[in-house]
């Protein structure tokens, strides 16, 4: 009982977040392509199950969880204003909705990366590691881009060079197995996203390839080196605002979800 009265306004925060992202999508002309598709309301379900159950293991950190809303939803919405002026994913309308679903998506990643480095990762120490690691990752966009490299702006690369440098500073001091926890939760968040939301057309890939790559296929620059990039950025914000550290969110012994 207690558990649940501490968790009382987080719920409400997601529920409120999740009404606003399904009116975004009716003003979008996006709420009939939700609504009939069985297997994304399914996805939506527990994503939202997750969610709640986040909340729920949140204890005494309220303000961490509500920031991270906040967070997920702005640096969503600045991610499609990006993608789109590149030409890298389009919309039928405007995307509003998708700021609305990057903030539920980051409480998600949030829950699945406390759950990976209690129970999956072990403790491995980082600094010049991450610093290693976060390399890769942000080599990954041109190496993956493949292409489309040539077509990219160069408010791209201004923009994921900013949430690189950002999360070499923020993670330093972090173990690896944290900064590994955060690029794995958005790994497999950001696969199950891009395929699901595409897949029903909410958006498509490739807006001038459609005939010789499926509209569908997420590409791997963006679920391997776009959203691990993006959610470290909205945890580290949200960690700065809410004087919550990361090492005591992540790092601290509790018990795991």
Not at 184 to 209: R, V
Request: hydrophobic share 55%.
């Amino acid at each position: 009982m207690e558990t649940l009265k501490d968790a009382k306004w987080k719920i409400i925060a997601l529920l409120l977040v999740a009404g606003l992202g399904l009116m975004a999508a009716f003003l979008e002309g996006y709420l009939d392509l939700i609504l009939g598709s069985v297997k994304f309301m399914l996805f939506f379900a527990a994503v939202l199950a997750g969610c709640i159950i986040t909340a729920l293991y949140m204890e005494g950190k309220t303000k961490f969880f509500i920031w991270l809303l906040v967070f997920g939803f702005f640096i969503g919405l600045v991610t499609q204003m990006v993608g789109t002026t590149n030409d890298l994913w389009a919309y039928k309308e405007s995307f509003v909705f998708g700021g609305f679903s990057w903030a539920l998506a980051a409480i998600t990643m949030l829950g699945l990366s406390l759950f990976l480095s209690k129970q999956v990762l072990k403790d491995m120490d980082g600094k010049i590691r991450n610093v290693v690691a976060l390399f890769i990752l942000f080599l990954a966009l041109p190496t993956l881009l493949g292409k489309m490299i040539t077509e990219v702006r160069m408010n791209f690369w201004i923009y994921y060079f900013v949430l690189f440098v950002f999360a070499v500073v923020v993670t330093y001091h972090l173990k690896l197995s944290t900064l590994l926890s955060l690029i794995l939760a958005a790994w497999l968040m950001g696969l199950m996203s891009e395929y699901m939301g595409s897949s029903i057309g909410l958006w498509k890939f490739y807006p001038e390839m459609t005939e010789s790559v499926a509209c569908w296929s997420p590409p791997p620059y963006l679920t391997f080196g776009c959203w691990p990039l993006e959610f470290i950025t909205q945890i580290a914000l949200t960690s700065y605002i809410s004087r919550i550290t990361m090492k005591d969110v992540y790092e601290k012994r509790r018990p795991a979800l």
